[in-house]
């Protein structure tokens, strides 16, 4: 869905939510703008006929009242008192020829009994042609009259109403702009908010609230949703909290009952098969204990439990005392333990889990890189992460079950066989996690690269 | 001293376990069922170690351990839990207990626990020690050396913290998961056997080439420095 719609609008969001704006803008002004433009002109043009039309009663009373005579009266009068300085009038007779008027001769193309017809004349005495609305009309008497109005203000009014509008246009390109920066400022600032707790809720810190009374109406609403549905999700955590415990009790205390009496039966029997058979037993418990106090860890580390004992610790110095614990057994296998440390690095963590994990990876390097060279352990700062390496030169992961690998009691078939709860990796990743990382698996060529990715805390351990 | 545990312990079938293997070891042993009895009788004996279950009815472990310590009384507490996860164990530590020891666990690495407790007692009481040493082999503090008679032996510095450590507890077993957490600070049981590999390193520095072998596996349990198999 969203990688569909990312696909049309291949923009960032704040350029999309500014071109949105801009569109909305863009399809609002412009037929106001237009509509406004249309009106204008009809109005000034409206008011051109209104003068023809006044013009045109006036001399046609004349020429009914006294015939040409009433006619070239009403002319003269017109011609006299400026009433056609910005207009045009010209009477010709039957034979085309001028009988009066401000116009030298009847235009070649023109036609009588036209309401409105806009062509350029020149005025008698002006080498300047002007633009005229004409209309035109047949005398009874054989003769015709033209009469008509300057229209070039109407031209240059129609210029200037263009030119303001494409002005208030543009002006509404940048307003537009601002307007979604602005609406997008405020709901991104909204966004952030909600974003931040959440990201707080995935680390496993259900602690924190959205403010659903400064919000506004809608983001309020948003905000309130949002915060029963941590009410629920706490609840449902602590719940899991729990069951693990009264699961680690239930299983835990008739396991200790069991081995109790296990010693016991072994102070009774004397021949070597019970005693065997006791031990057998014993370690079978131990293993089984192995399993669910990794299940659990791993469920707990899932559900963000051990954030309470985050601890600044120096991983640099980690990562060297794990790496001087299992140089002797690494030595002794007939491998080498190469060692990539950084100095110090101050971090912010559960120092006992990441320690489990790294052990964990290590274990797992000895099972399976056993028939390899060397175990590489590096611990590198990527500034935002801190990155801890366990490498082999065994066999390594095929890139399609490394995903399998990691999930919990998903052993890959040729580990089956050996011994182990199939959890490792998986409770490094639960590790991981808790701390806003994440586990990759990677080709060593040949061998398995497990990278364990650790995120900064920003020495955020404040509200814990 | 006074050899006397006192355990608290609901279930009858650990708390008979734990009770038997003290007796057999030497110790008094007193018991509580619940937290309310078990805090009485804390205030009130006078007590070499006491043993207490995390999970007990009526009052809650570290709630008898947190009044057990508002009370003024220093003797050295060992909780027992079946709560194992490593956060349970940091809550258990800052509660005042002296160590910490997830259920099931074996009787043997329970009374290596208490015997150590012992011997650290209240913190108070600690003589400081300068030198440490098990037959013809010698630990200066100070100088960081380390000899087997008149030979001097060369021990890197987690070698010596671990020495150190059995030669503190000479005498005692002194259990795997025991030595990760003294001299590492981890309270996980690795897969591999990486301290048996650490040990055999630090048996072969102190005892090769010696008729009276000092280091001893316990077998099941840990290792031990003493002078005589």
Same mark, same amino acid.
């Given at each position: 869905m969203s990688k569909r719609s990312r696909r049309l609008l291949p923009f960032s969001a704040p350029v999309r939510a500014a071109l949105v704006s801009l569109a909305f803008t863009l399809l609002i002004s412009v037929p106001v703008l237009a509509f406004v433009y249309h009106q204008t002109d009809t109005l000034f043009e409206q008011r051109i006929r209104d003068r023809i039309d006044t013009r045109e009663r006036n001399l046609l009373n004349g020429y009914r009242s006294d015939g040409t005579k009433g006619l070239l009266r009403v002319i003269?009068?017109?011609?006299?008192?400026?009433?056609? @300085?910005? !207009?045009?009038?010209?009477?010709?007779?039957?034979?085309?020829?001028?009988?009066?008027?401000?116009?030298?001769?009847?235009?070649p193309t023109?036609?009588? !009994?036209?309401?409105?017809?806009?062509?350029?004349?020149?005025?008698? !005495?002006?080498?300047?042609?002007?633009?005229?609305?004409?209309?035109?009309?047949q005398l009874p008497s054989g003769g015709r009259l033209l009469l008509g109005s300057n229209v070039e203000d109407r031209e240059r009014m129609r210029a200037s109403l263009l030119e303001a509008l494409i002005g208030a246009l543009l002006l509404a390109i940048p307003l537009g702009l601002i307007g979604g920066a602005m609406v997008l400022r405020v709901t991104e600032r909204h966004a952030r908010e909600v974003g931040k707790v959440a990201t707080r809720i995935a680390a496993g810190d259900f602690s924190h609230r959205l403010d659903e009374e400064a919000q506004g109406q809608e983001f309020g609403m948003i905000a309130a949703a949002i915060n029963a549905m941590l009410e629920r999700i706490e609840e449902l955590v602590e719940q899991l909290r729990l069951v693990t415990d009264s699961l680690a009790h239930d299983l835990r205390s008739p396991l200790t009952r069991m081995r109790a009496n296990i010693e016991k039966a072994a102070g009774y029997a004397a021949a070597e098969p019970e005693q065997q058979a006791l031990e057998a037993i014993s370690t079978d418990i131990d293993r089984l204990l192995r399993v669910i106090s990794a299940t659990l860890e791993i469920s707990r580390a899932e559900a963000g439990m051990g954030r309470q004992q985050f601890e600044n610790f120096d991983l640099g110095e980690m990562i060297r005392s794990i790496c001087e614990i299992y140089q002797p057994v690494v030595e002794q296998r007939g491998l080498s333990?190469?060692?990539?440390?950084?100095?110090?690095?101050?971090?912010? !963590?559960?120092?006992?889990?990441?320690? @489990?994990?790294?052990?964990?990876?290590?274990?797992?390097?000895?099972?399976?890189?056993?028939?390899?060279?060397?175990?590489?352990?590096g611990l590198r700062d990527l500034g935002e992460n801190a990155e801890i390496i366990v490498s082999d030169r065994g066999a390594g992961i095929p890139a399609e079950l490394r995903e399998d690998a990691m999930r919990k009691y998903r052993r890959l078939e040729e580990a089956r066989t050996t011994d182990g709860s199939g959890l490792g990796l998986a409770m490094a990743r639960a590790v991981a996690r808790l701390h806003g990382g994440d586990l990759a698996l990677e080709d060593n060529q040949p061998g398995l690269r497990v990278r364990l990715l650790l995120r900064r805390q920003d020495g955020n351990i404040a509200d814990v | 001293m006074s050899k006397k545990i006192l355990v608290v312990e609901d279930d009858p079938t650990t708390a008979e376990y734990v009770a038997n293997g003290l007796e057999q070891n030497g110790f008094i042993v007193d018991r509580a069922s619940d937290g309310r009895?078990?805090?009485?009788?804390?205030?009130?004996?006078?007590?070499?170690?006491?043993?207490?279950?995390?999970?007990?009815?009526?009052?809650?472990?570290?709630?008898?351990?947190?009044?057990?310590?508002?009370?003024?009384?220093?003797?050295?507490?060992?909780?027992?839990?079946?709560?194992?996860?490593?956060?349970?164990?940091?809550?258990?530590?800052k509660a005042g207990s002296d160590d910490y020891l997830p259920k099931p666990f074996a009787f043997s690495e329970l009374l290596a626990r208490i015997e150590a407790l012992q011997r650290r007692g209240p913190a108070s009481a600690q003589e400081v020690t300068t030198s440490l040493s098990c037959a013809?082999?010698?630990?200066?503090?100070?100088?960081?050396?380390?000899?087997?008679?008149?030979?001097?032996?060369?021990?890197?510095?987690?070698?010596?913290?671990?020495?150190?450590?059995?030669?503190?507890?000479?005498?005692?077993?002194?259990?795997?998961?025991?030595?990760?957490?003294? +001299?590492?600070?981890?309270?996980?049981?690795?897969?591999?056997? +990486?301290?048996?590999?650490?040990?055999?390193?630090?048996?072969?520095?102190?005892?090769?080439?010696?008729?009276?072998?000092?280091?001893?596996?316990?077998?099941?349990?840990?290792?031990?420095?003493?002078?005589?198999?």
């Open positions: 003269q009068e017109e011609l006299d008192t400026g009433l056609v @300085r910005n !207009g045009a009038i010209l009477l010709v007779d039957s034979s085309n020829r001028k009988i009066a008027g401000n116009i030298a001769a009847w235009p023109l036609t009588t !009994g036209t309401d409105w017809i806009e062509i350029r004349l020149y005025p008698e !005495g002006s080498r300047q042609a002007v633009l005229y609305a004409l209309r035109t009309l333990l190469e060692f990539q440390g950084a100095g110090d690095f101050p971090y912010v !963590g559960n120092r006992q889990m990441i320690g @489990r994990a790294v052990a964990n990876l290590m274990d797992n390097a000895l099972k399976y890189g056993a028939d390899g060279g060397s175990i590489e352990l | 009895d078990g805090l009485f009788h804390a205030t009130d004996g006078n007590y070499a170690a006491i043993v207490l279950d995390r999970m007990l009815p009526g009052m809650d472990g570290l709630a008898v351990l947190s009044a057990i310590r508002a009370a003024g009384i220093q003797t050295p507490v060992i909780v027992l839990s079946a709560l194992g996860s490593t956060d349970e164990r940091v809550k258990g530590l013809d082999l010698h630990m200066d503090l100070l100088t960081r050396r380390v000899e087997r008679g008149s030979l001097r032996i060369d021990v890197q510095p987690r070698e010596f913290r671990l020495l150190e450590l059995l030669l503190r507890n000479k005498g005692q077993v002194v259990t795997r998961t025991m030595m990760l957490e003294e +001299v590492w600070d981890y309270h996980f049981d690795p897969g591999t056997n +990486v301290i048996d590999v650490h040990i055999s390193r630090l048996r072969k520095k102190i005892d090769e080439g010696s008729d009276t072998p000092l280091l001893h596996t316990v077998r099941g349990v840990g290792y031990m420095l003493c002078e005589q198999a």
